[in-house]
């Protein structure tokens, strides 16, 4: 009987895509994977440590295992951050592992297997895509693929170079032919993920690589859509917009995270102090029809009432079509953390508040436009009203997975997750809209 192995996995899709890598290996080896830990005595932990409330996450869940009596090896950026402090604080905790070290997870399973304690993580992470073929553990229309890792970008307030390291990219080649896979086993639309997407293949090619892979992706027979995320602005170039205007698959969907439009945060930010106005104006006069999505921090260091009044109005005048605003979260390590004055917890709130129910109000508006619009649609799973009436759950091209709206559908045609359906909207709320076939 094979041995099983149970998986937890926090933080971003970036993070998934490892777990599932680390879901291969094991494979590979011989060893069954499970979601369910009361399955196993053996459980791999793989962690995200970007804020403090992902912290917070990662370790209420390592907690949960080690508490239960299982043997827990720790992976990820958790690790990576406090290597020195983590076994200290959880002593039950068996094995660590880097960021950029669970191509090293068999050594790790072996040692805990005999009750012996280890930890492999790198002082400098070096990210390497392992060759080996994922086993996913989540099913569903969409799936992730990381195209890089590591960021070149070092931003006041971010962490993940330290923890992540330089940017690495992958081969072209080898992303198309893991998207072939992935589009044969049913995947309907392929997210292309990294710390900087839009920076992609420069350490290959000399040269950023994004717009050439939209245009292969687009070759594959059956792929409906190629999303990508996480597109830094000084990147977002004429040819990356033109390939999303050009490629039939791609869907006409921008993530742009800007973080703030007043210069002297940016500066403080170490952020690129670019006419971003200008920017989202080109987008919309290349592609009229597409969505924008950004993100925004308030309560950054030094972030003045005008800094902020700046902000709320540059909102309010570009108004987005999906929007993320957090609170600026001080991480040791980073930049910022020592940066005076300190904005209190209170003033943060207020302000998230604020541009929040701005953002409510241009939702609820360009929802309304859509009212009686037939939008295509890929159809990710089915829920039941109080009622007992069943509904399909869909997305629009402008909306990605887990972070912005749903259509509730309601139809009497058999369908099935995957498939692309021209919906008629019938109604809408802030973030979400209903719809008919």
Request: net charge neutral; with cysteine; charged share 30%.
């Amino acid at each position: 009987m094979k041995k099983k192995i149970a998986l937890k996995s926090y933080g971003c899709p970036k993070n998934l895509v490892d777990t599932e890598l680390i879901a291969g290996m094991l494979v590979n080896n011989g060893y069954e994977i499970t979601l369910d830990e009361n399955e196993t005595d053996t459980v791999i932990i793989n962690t995200c440590s970007f804020i403090c409330d992902a912290e917070k996450e990662s370790v209420q869940g390592i907690l949960e295992s080690t508490n239960a009596g299982k043997k827990v090896i720790v992976t990820g950026c958790l690790p990576q951050k406090h290597q020195n402090d983590l076994k200290q604080a959880i002593p039950e905790i068996l094995g660590l592992c880097g960021t950029t070290d669970f191509d090293k997870i068999l050594e790790l399973v072996k040692s805990v297997e005999n009750n012996k304690y280890k930890e492999i993580v790198s002082e400098k992470p070096n990210y390497n895509y392992p060759k080996v073929e994922r086993q996913q553990i989540t099913a569903g229309a969409s799936s992730y693929i990381k195209i890089s890792d590591g960021c070149n970008c070092n931003c006041g307030y971010c962490i993940i170079p330290k923890l992540r390291g330089k940017a690495v990219s992958r081969p072209v080649e080898d992303i198309i032919e893991e998207a072939k896979k992935l589009v044969k086993k049913g995947v309907t639309e392929i997210i292309l993920v990294g710390q900087d997407t839009t920076d992609y293949g420069r350490d290959l090619y000399e040269k950023p690589k994004l717009a050439e892979l939209i245009t292969e992706l687009n070759k594959i027979e059956n792929l409906g859509w190629i999303r990508f995320m996480y597109a830094y602005p000084t990147h977002l170039t004429k040819e990356v917009i033109r390939a999303v205007k050009d490629s039939e698959k791609a869907v006409k969907y921008f993530d742009i995270p800007l973080q703030h439009s007043h210069p002297d945060v940016l500066k403080r930010m170490n952020r690129p102090v670019l006419d971003y106005k200008k920017l989202i104006n080109e987008i919309r006069k290349e592609i009229p029809d597409s969505a924008i999505r950004s993100s925004f921090i308030v309560g950054y260091p030094g972030e003045t009432e005008e800094e902020f009044e700046h902000l709320y109005n540059f909102i309010k005048e570009m108004r987005f079509d999906r929007l993320g605003v957090f609170e600026y979260s001080r991480e040791k390590g980073t930049a910022s953390y020592s940066m005076k004055p300190q904005i209190t917890k209170k003033v943060k709130h207020e302000r998230y508040k604020k541009i929040m129910e701005l953002q409510q109000k241009i939702s609820l508006e360009k929802n309304r436009g859509k009212l009686g619009k037939g939008l295509e649609c890929i159809i990710e799973s089915f829920t039941e009203d109080k009622n007992g009436k069943i509904f399909a759950v869909g997305r629009t091209q402008f909306d990605a997975p887990e972070i912005d709206g749903v259509v509730q559908i309601e139809t009497d045609n058999i369908l099935t997750p995957g498939d692309i359906e021209k919906v008629k909207i019938t109604d809408y709320s802030e973030y979400d809209l209903k719809g008919v076939i």
